[in-house]
């Protein structure tokens, strides 16, 4: 045990991503509860005395929280139509915006799924590298308020992740679902200046959106109605019309936020599914020359995707010149990011940084991603070596692997803010020992 | 293997306890004791045939048993588990956290990884130490001790600490200035503290805070220098550096084809350096020696050199000749006094072959040795002396000489020595023959010379005779051979006539 310098205190991590909450074991090399972090709520509940047999509804969450008649959270929660219901993520640019759904949704990853007590284990958190000083603080407090967690800390998702490829120096490239960060990590500490973000992956998936439903000389405009709304569909040859009837009933009960959340899980879907990246950069021949790739929506409607997949892809990397003049203030691509990351660094970090390149985070999975990225810096870094793991889990949890690895760690616990500590000093001890 | 009580008793042939259920090794007796029974599966017919006496058959019939269990953990007991608060040392508050453990382990025992929990040192001054020494017009005590703080919070990892800097109201820093600042201060608290230890280790400690601002902002600039190259600039400089390469090839063909038409030319007149006289000696060593040499060495082998030519035939000696290539230094005789070098003139042997060439050999390894012949008598008259000849404490020069200069005398000595005993003895003999003599003229004069010429005539009498028996045997013999030859080959020849002339005698 000493040897691995690893210690079992049963603690628990919580990894907040745009997209999904992980919530797991430290030690574990995989969450134990992935669960979506939008959540569906009802202001004005149609009846007073509605009961959803649902398991992911929260009666204790439904009590505290006055705002929300009903909060709808996990697996079952905002992908099961449900009239009057609007969706929210409390995530806004990757920064916990709306505290009050984050109580029921870790209350339902970690007592609901894992069906643990939290008072019974510490807990660490993750927060991504720009996050406030207020909102750890405010996290820290619902931690140690509502959970009774007997000691709490908060790390910085970058530091894990470099942690997780199993580096303490390291520049984590890191694309989630709605933010792309390059993050200078020095010993286990991110350097602030040289820190960079930006909101690419909104950027493509509205461009996404943009492209399906916009009709093309080979194919009409794409309808995202989600199957939900759909009663049934009939077979139809690719690119053929789709021949489907809807819900009527349910369309005068669906709120807008849900369609929308909705829809752009079916972009979101395409683009995992479909979305490539040319590994050495943009060129119209090899473009044509890829096999195209099939994908059928919810609407029964197929098609074979050619050029259109790269064309989203390749805006992770390169903004048309036609785009930048339409809107001045696009969000950086990640090679723009990169270079800005290391033009703040010293000097004489950027070879070791390039050296240690690590690549994570769910956006990063699209078929030729990595490859592009390692072209990218090997044309202006000889020396750049990309850290990109193979394990889907690992480039998607990399963050929450990272807290695994840190909470398991017998030099770790002398780092925990106690139940003890909070009492004491108060929201200054969270700064004062999450560097 | 641990024997049971069964196997013991099996091999000390005791009889089995009634009842006892033995285990492990002892089944197989087991099974002998139930083939006394009729096992099934045999008639009672073929049983009382074969008997009991039928182990194989027995063993077959053995009812099948489950393969014993392995014993992972040797035969210890069960190590047990439980989930115990712990402390941590390294903490300040009282948290408890749990983790499993050993029963076996000593709860009181101490948290493992406390000990990771090491604090560097860090410096810290009074407001009286501050207005003495470290007063400088660029920084405030507030910032200094800001500085301080953050160089401790942060263990000296400076990139971080550039990175978390923020001093409300002061000047942007760099890193160098930062490192500066508390490098000179560590200094001076160090230099101006009384030191309990020695001064060694004080200016080692001096030295690890050493800290040269200039040079680090310079190395810096040239790190951004190297890297703001443009890829126009790198190329060129990747062109101009294959460029310089080329010129350095040319220039140097160019002066190897000269050096060579200038040998072909001028021969040793030439003075390059490393022309070789014909024993090729010192090819390998001269070759190696650079155009760094400088130009007063080279000319100074020119003239030792063209000094040589009379005499070619004796090559250089490998003191005169290695040490000076190797050494680079001067080397005329003038400097041989200095440099404790003294040239031997090699015994010329007359040609000057390879063969001939004499290499680097230790002084003891040549020892001068007497003549094998009187060896032991020089060794023995040396040890009459108390000298020992073959170990030389010292083998110098001049011991060596000395030792040479001895055992000639020694030689001389012994073989003068030998002379006049030789001498003597003939003078002896010959007087005992003159008192003979004086004395058998006086009796008789015929059986005296018998007598004297014993030695001589007699030896001589013998060989004529024998010389005469053998020519008569080899007629004879030949006589015999002519005849046989046409009978039978050589060695019959010869075994026959040995035949013959062994019955003949």
Redesign the interface.
């Known amino acids: 045990m000493v040897n691995y310098g690893g210690d079992e205190v049963s603690a628990l991590v919580v990894d907040i991503g745009s997209s999904s909450l992980r919530a797991g074991y430290a030690g574990d090399d995989t969450p134990k509860a992935i669960i979506p972090t939008s959540y569906g709520f009802q202001n004005n509940p149609p009846d007073s005395d509605f009961v959803m047999g649902d398991g992911a509804e929260n009666a204790e969450a439904q009590q505290k929280k006055s705002k929300f008649a009903k909060i709808y959270v996990g697996q079952n929660g905002p992908s099961i139509w449900r009239e009057g219901m609007e969706v929210g993520n409390p995530l806004s640019e990757g920064l916990i915006q709306d505290f009050n759904p984050i109580p029921p949704l870790i209350d339902h990853a970690i007592s609901k799924i894992m069906r643990c007590d939290t008072s019974e284990h510490p807990i660490l958190l993750t927060e991504p590298a720009w996050n406030t000083p207020a909102n750890r603080e405010r996290m820290a407090e619902i931690m140690f308020e509502e959970f009774k967690v007997p000691a709490f800390y908060i790390a910085n998702t970058g530091v894990l992740n470099a942690f997780a490829a199993g580096k303490g120096t390291a520049l984590v490239i890191d694309v989630g679902s709605t933010m792309a960060s390059v993050t200078p990590v020095v010993d286990g500490f991110v350097l602030r200046k040289g820190l960079m973000y930006s909101a690419l992956p909104k950027l493509v998936q509205a461009h996404s959106r943009h492209l399906l439903a916009l009709p093309t000389s080979n194919r009409p405009g794409i309808n995202l109605t989600p199957h939900q709304l759909i009663a049934n569909k009939e077979p139809v040859d690719a690119g053929a019309l789709p021949k489907f009837t809807l819900r009527e009933e349910r369309l005068q009960g669906t709120t807008a936020s849900w369609r929308n959340w909705a829809e752009s899980r079916e972009v979101d879907e395409w683009i995992q599914s479909v979305v490539g990246v040319t590994d050495q950069g943009w060129n119209d021949q090899v473009v044509a020359q890829r096999p195209s790739r099939h994908y059928e929506f919810p609407t029964g409607y197929n098609y074979y995707f050619g050029a259109e997949r790269y064309y989203t892809g390749e805006q992770f990397f390169h903004h048309s010149a036609s785009l930048i003049q339409s809107n001045p203030s696009l969000p950086r691509t990640i090679p723009a990011l990169i270079s800005d990351a290391l033009r703040a660094c010293d000097p004489e970090l950027r070879g070791v940084l390039m050296g240690n390149v690590v690549l994570t985070g769910g956006g990063t999975l699209l078929s030729g991603f990595a490859d592009r990225l390692s072209t990218e810096l090997l044309r202006t870094f000889p020396h750049a070596k990309v850290h990109a793991p193979g394990n889907p889990i690992e480039r998607r949890y990399g963050g929450w692997l990272g807290g695994s690895i840190l909470a398991s760690l017998g030099t770790f616990h002398q780092l925990w803010i106690s139940r003890e500590e909070w009492q004491e000093h108060g929201k200054a001890i969270v700064g004062q020992r999450c560097k | 293997m641990a024997a049971s009580a069964a196997d013991i008793r099996s091999a000390l042939s005791l009889p089995e306890p009634n009842g006892s259920s033995s285990t492990g090794y002892s089944a197989p007796k087991k099974h002998v004791s139930a083939a006394t029974r009729k096992p099934d599966g045999i008639s009672r017919e073929l049983y009382s045939l074969i008997g009991p006496s039928a182990p194989s058959l027995a063993a077959q019939f053995a009812k099948p048993r489950l393969k014993q269990k392995p014993h992972f953990s040797g035969g210890a007991s069960k190590v047990k588990w439980e989930l115990r608060p712990f402390k941590?040392g390294?903490?300040q508050?009282?948290?408890e956290?749990?983790?499993?453990e050993k029963v076996t382990t000593e709860p009181t025992s101490d948290?493992?990884?406390?000990k990771?929990?090491i604090q560097s040192t860090s410096y810290t001054y009074s407001q009286d130490e501050y207005t003495r020494f470290l007063e400088d017009k660029e920084w405030t005590k507030d910032e200094t001790d800001y500085l301080f703080n953050i160089v401790k919070?942060?263990d000296t990892?400076w990139?971080?600490i550039?990175?978390?800097y923020e001093y409300p109201g002061g000047p942007s820093r760099s890193?160098e200035d930062m490192k500066d600042r508390y490098y000179s201060v560590c200094r001076k608290l160090v230099r101006n503290r009384p030191w309990a230890g020695d001064e060694a280790s004080r200016s080692q400690l001096m030295s690890s805070f050493q800290f040269d601002k200039d040079r680090e902002v310079t190395r810096?600039k040239y790190?951004?220098s190297l890297?703001n190259r443009t890829p126009e600039q790198i190329a060129e400089e990747e062109a101009l550096y294959i460029e310089v390469k080329r010129l350095e090839q040319t220039e140097r063909k160019f002066k190897k084809e000269r050096e060579n038409l200038l040998r072909t030319l001028a021969g040793i007149d030439s003075g390059l350096p490393d022309i070789v006289e014909d024993d090729g000696a010192l090819a390998g060593i001269t070759s190696e020696v650079s155009g760094s040499v400088s130009t007063n060495a080279v000319t100074n082998k020119k003239k030792r050199k063209v000094g040589q030519v009379t005499d070619l035939d004796s090559p250089a000696t490998p003191t005169a000749a290695t040490a000076p290539a190797t050494t680079k230094r001067p080397k005329t005789p003038s400097f041989d006094p200095h440099l404790c070098i003294i040239r031997v003139e090699v015994p010329s042997s007359g040609v000057a072959t390879k063969a001939a060439h004499q290499p680097a050999y230790l002084r003891s390894f040549k020892l001068p040795t007497p003549k094998a012949a009187i060896a032991p008598k020089v060794t023995q008259a040396l040890a009459e002396l108390g000298i020992s000849h073959n170990r030389l404490v010292m083998p110098t020069r001049e011991t060596t000489a000395n030792l040479e200069a001895l055992l000639d005398a020694t030689t001389a000595l012994v073989d003068t020595k030998r002379a006049v005993e030789r001498v003597e003895y003939e003078i002896q003999v010959l007087k005992d023959r003159l008192a003979l003599r004086e004395q058998n003229q006086s009796g008789d004069v015929d059986g005296s010379q018998a007598g004297a010429d014993a030695e001589g005539e007699n030896d001589d009498g013998e060989d004529g005779r024998a010389q005469s028996v053998v020519s008569v045997r080899s007629a004879r013999g030949r006589k015999h051979q002519r005849r046989s030859v046409s009978i039978s080959s050589v060695d019959t020849v010869s075994t026959r006539a040995n035949m013959k002339r062994q019955k003949r005698s």
């Open positions: 941590n390294a903490r508050d009282k948290l956290l749990r983790h499993w948290y493992p990884f406390a990771y929990n919070e942060y990892r990139y971080i550039h990175d978390r890193m810096k790190i951004l890297e």
